[in-house]
């Protein structure tokens, strides 16, 4: 990683965006079970995965730290993206957590996960990791951000109605989403839905591709 796209930026007293480092990988192995609690055991990452995203894409990888303490996260790798077929899982994406789908020719950010400790939810820090994702994405000359939003609020309401229901009254406005609708509010545009995208209850197994261009600010 050149100096040139090291990254660091303090959002409050002692809460750091950096990129992520090989001591961060234990903690982040831990934050993943914190996290996402119900997804599938096979689709979680693990730190020796985290140490493979190091070598493979250092860029694209951040972290959140209270001082020593990992409290957010994201991976990301490159990709060029077929939006005439666009569907895809996340198993198949992470490769088994080793990034080897990465493209160092990739013209799009991919985010593959983004997660804040629960303690510390409120107070933007997504949004400062989807800014300093977007800053590499700018500086690495890329079309901007994909990502797959879990649709997190339909587990509970999916013995209702169908997720495609959920996901028409999500993108009129009617209803609202804990994940979807804070991703919005940051500037991504929903493109479509992904049913089995993953294997969680807490969305029904649904998540929703999403973009931002690199011309919006974050």
């Given at each position: 990683?050149?100096?040139?796209m090291?990254?660091?930026?303090?959002?409050?007293d002692?809460?750091?965006?950096?990129?992520?480092q090989?001591?961060?990988?234990?903690?982040?192995?831990e934050?993943?079970?914190?996290?996402?609690p119900t997804l599938?055991?096979d689709?979680?990452i693990?730190a020796v995965?985290?140490?493979?995203h190091?070598?493979?894409?250092?860029?694209g990888q951040?972290v959140?730290t209270?001082?020593e303490k990992?409290?957010?996260m994201?991976?990301t790798?490159?990709?060029?993206f077929d939006f005439?077929?666009?569907h895809?899982?996340f198993?198949?994406?992470?490769?088994?957590?080793w990034?080897?789908n990465?493209?160092?020719?990739g013209?799009w950010l991919?985010?593959?996960?983004?997660?804040?400790?629960?303690s510390?939810r409120?107070?933007g820090?997504?949004?400062?990791?989807y800014?300093?994702?977007h800053?590499?994405?700018?500086k690495?000359g890329?079309?901007?951000?994909?990502?797959?939003g879990?649709?997190?609020?339909?587990g509970?309401?999916?013995?209702?109605?169908?997720g495609?229901?959920?996901y028409?009254?999500?993108?009129s406005?009617?209803?609202?989403?804990?994940?979807l609708t804070?991703?919005m509010?940051?500037?991504?545009?929903?493109?479509?839905?992904?049913?089995?995208?993953?294997?969680d209850p807490?969305?029904?197994n649904f998540?929703?591709?999403?973009?931002?261009?690199?011309?919006?600010?974050?």
């Amino acid at each position: 990683m050149t100096a040139e796209m090291s990254y660091f930026e303090v959002v409050a007293d002692g809460l750091v965006v950096q990129h992520t480092q090989p001591g961060h990988a234990q903690q982040l192995e831990e934050l993943q079970k914190t996290v996402f609690p119900t997804l599938a055991a096979d689709e979680l990452i693990r730190a020796v995965h985290y140490l493979r995203h190091l070598e493979v894409f250092p860029e694209g990888q951040f972290v959140i730290t209270d001082r020593e303490k990992v409290i957010g996260m994201t991976t990301t790798m490159r990709t060029r993206f077929d939006f005439e077929n666009h569907h895809h899982t996340f198993k198949e994406t992470i490769a088994g957590g080793w990034l080897s789908n990465h493209d160092p020719e990739g013209d799009w950010l991919y985010g593959l996960d983004m997660g804040i400790l629960p303690s510390y939810r409120g107070r933007g820090l997504a949004r400062a990791l989807y800014r300093a994702r977007h800053e590499i994405a700018a500086k690495l000359g890329l079309k901007g951000q994909l990502a797959v939003g879990m649709m997190n609020g339909y587990g509970a309401v999916s013995g209702e109605i169908s997720g495609e229901q959920y996901y028409e009254e999500l993108i009129s406005g009617k209803r609202k989403d804990p994940t979807l609708t804070a991703q919005m509010k940051i500037g991504f545009e929903p493109v479509a839905l992904m049913p089995e995208h993953l294997n969680d209850p807490s969305c029904g197994n649904f998540g929703v591709l999403i973009k931002i261009d690199i011309g919006k600010k974050i």
